[in-house]
């Protein structure tokens, strides 16, 4: 009779061994689905961060950085620059958009910025940032020559590109900058 005892308390404690795993097991499950909705949610929180982010610091017609994002730049390139370095600032108004938006509307005002803007972009080198700071103006920061010189080719380049005129609705339009 004492072995059928300890045979059933053998037992009782396993029923109570395996109930108590039941229970880890289902707590286990338990985490690892709070660990998968925390990646959720964490990787949610990433790519809405990343749209405010760029939200704050992008011009959203042009997605050229905008005034905000220039200013930190600027602050940063003027904060790191050595002895000997040289950086220029260019700042290009678009004298024309008013006239252009008075007279044939805001999206051919809005044609024209794209258009001045892919221009820009086209024709600037890796040492060069480029940003819309106003409705109706750019900067652009140049970096890394050698010689004044060599920065008013660039810019003579520069300025041949954006005074080609533009076309819209079948009118031809020359940029006055």
């Known amino acids: 009779m004492r072995i059928t005892k300890e045979k059933k308390k053998l037992f009782d404690d396993n029923k109570k061994l395996y109930s108590r795993v039941q229970k880890m097991d289902g707590l286990v499950k338990e985490a690892i689905q709070s660990k998968e909705n925390l990646n959720t949610i964490h990787d949610e929180l990433k790519d809405r961060y990343e749209q405010v982010n760029k939200i704050a610091y992008t011009d959203t017609l042009t997605d050229l950085p905008n005034q905000q994002q220039f200013t930190d730049l600027l602050e940063g390139v003027m904060s790191t620059m050595r002895d000997g370095e040289k950086a220029a600032l260019t700042v290009v108004k678009v004298a024309s958009y008013d006239r252009i938006t008075n007279a044939t509307g805001h999206i051919a005002g809005d044609d024209l910025i794209l258009d001045f803007s892919q221009r820009l972009k086209a024709n600037l080198t890796e040492d060069d940032f480029l940003a819309r700071i106003g ?42 900058i």
């Open 135 to 176: 409705t109706d103006e750019f900067a652009i920061i140049s970096q890394n020559f050698e010689m004044s010189s060599e920065f008013e080719t660039r810019l003579n380049s520069l300025y041949r590109v954006i005074k080609a005129p533009y076309s819209t609705g079948g009118r031809e339009i020359v940029p006055v």
